[in-house]
């Protein structure tokens, strides 16, 4: 029988499975993985390194084939990335020999949106992001949260149903992953968007989700979910947010 598709949900997977086979070895990775996220959730997946979050980031970004399941885009089947599930990388993934504008615009201009319209667009999330000024500046000029925040901006740009996350922040110092999980929650308060994110830190988890889905070890599936009831702008030394942090570093705890 046919579950029913909810006009609530911006994104849909179902029954997703992943083994990756080689030569050497099977590898199953991801088991009988379902989710529902309405929109304009922000969806945190949380779970230890190493347990499947990426993959199945990949795949709800159609970057990745699940090898069962399937995936609801607006309650339409999709086995393709499009422009409709945007995309932030772990790296720093910004294109050197272009400018700020240059990354931002990319997309549009690959889907032969015109310069004037395409700058445009990209003027505003450049500005949204607080990169104004920085339009003609080369990635080498720009530091590593400011190359994250083109990369944000680039993926807002192409105004995707569905924004992707994958540990954005990872590869940035402390002091500054900070700074960025704040401009993150301006920047989605400003311009609702659904996002996923995916992260293995447990105070960035609380700070940032409505939602925490909690995984199991590799093979991955969802373990728990907790809805964070939280309002922002978050402190991480609110007694409330230190109980929920508590609460679900014990929960994992006992999944490893």
Not at 80 to 91: D, M
Not at 109 to 132: F, P
Not at 197 to 223: G, H, M, Q, W
Request: with cysteine; hydrophobic share 35%; proline share 5%.
């Amino acid at each position: 029988m046919e579950r029913t598709r909810s006009i609530d949900n911006v994104l849909q997977a179902r029954d997703i499975s992943k083994t990756f086979v080689t030569d050497r070895e099977t590898t199953h990775v991801v088991e009988k993985f379902d989710i529902e996220v309405k929109k304009n959730e922000f969806v945190v997946l949380f779970g230890p390194g190493q347990c499947g979050k990426t993959t199945i980031l990949k795949i709800l970004a159609g970057l990745e084939k699940p090898s069962t399941g399937e995936i609801l885009l607006n309650n339409q089947k999709v086995t393709e990335p499009g422009p409709a599930r945007g995309y932030v990388f772990q790296s720093l993934a910004i294109f050197p020999w272009l400018t700020v504008m240059g990354n931002v615009e990319y997309g549009l201009k690959v889907r032969g949106v015109s310069k004037a319209e395409r700058r445009e667009r990209a003027q505003h999330y450049i500005n949204l992001v607080g990169l104004e000024g920085f339009e003609n500046h080369y990635p080498v000029k720009i530091s590593g949260g400011m190359k994250q925040r083109v990369g944000i901006a680039r993926a807002y740009c192409n105004e995707p149903d569905v924004l992707l996350m994958d540990e954005p922040f990872g590869a940035l110092d402390a002091q500054t992953r900070y700074l960025m999980q704040d401009e993150i929650t301006r920047i989605w308060e400003k311009e609702k968007r659904t996002v996923i994110f995916v992260t293995n830190n447990i105070e960035e988890a609380v700070y940032l989700a409505d939602r925490i889905v909690l995984l199991k070890n590799c093979p991955t599936s969802i373990d728990n979910e907790y809805i964070i009831d939280l309002p922002r702008p978050r402190s991480n030394v609110d007694p409330k947010f230190l109980t929920i942090r508590q609460e679900i570093t014990e929960v994992m705890d006992k999944t490893l």
